[in-house]
């Protein structure tokens, strides 16, 4: 075996934390539901639903019972796309910015009211650091 370090090859490329922090700029990683596959799955649920009450409820017309099931299931299936639609809305929120500056591995520098400096996991319990 060689006596070379093994990562000296690596360091060359390696940008420095000062270059890291000039370019290097805060994300915010979206999660967006797939709205398409929301909806179509809240839209087979109300038709499967709507079509089982149609089957299952009197029936007083002389269309038969499959059509009128066929349209209930329309009917619920519409209700069913809007109320999933309402709520992959609701999901698909943009979260905000994270509150602290820095990296994520980087502990927040935080003053208290004493004016000391506090940091770490322990803030909320009045711990200083």
């Known amino acids: 075996m060689s006596d070379a370090p093994l ?8 940008p420095t934390m000062d270059e890291l922090d000039r370019v290097a700029f ?6 967006a539901p797939r709205f398409g596959r ?5 839209a087979a649920i109300g038709g499967v639903a709507g079509f089982a009450i149609g089957l299952v409820l009197p029936n007083s017309t002389s269309l038969g019972r499959g059509v009128v099931a066929l349209l209930v299931a329309a009917g619920f299936a519409i209700i069913g796309a809007i109320v999933a639609s ?15 500056s820095g990296f994520p591995w980087e502990r927040p520098d935080v ?3 004493q004016g000391r400096q506090s940091v770490g996991p322990d803030d909320a319990k009045g711990d200083t650091a």
Do not use: K, Y
């Open 86 to 100: 309402a709520l992959v809305v609701g999901v698909d929120r943009t979260p905000r910015a994270p509150a602290q």
């Open 111 to 113: 003053t208290d009211a």
């Open 7 to 14: 990562h000296e090859a690596a360091d060359s490329d390696t």
């Open 38 to 42: 929301f909806i179509g799955t809240g």
């Open 26 to 31: 805060d994300a915010v990683v979206r999660n």
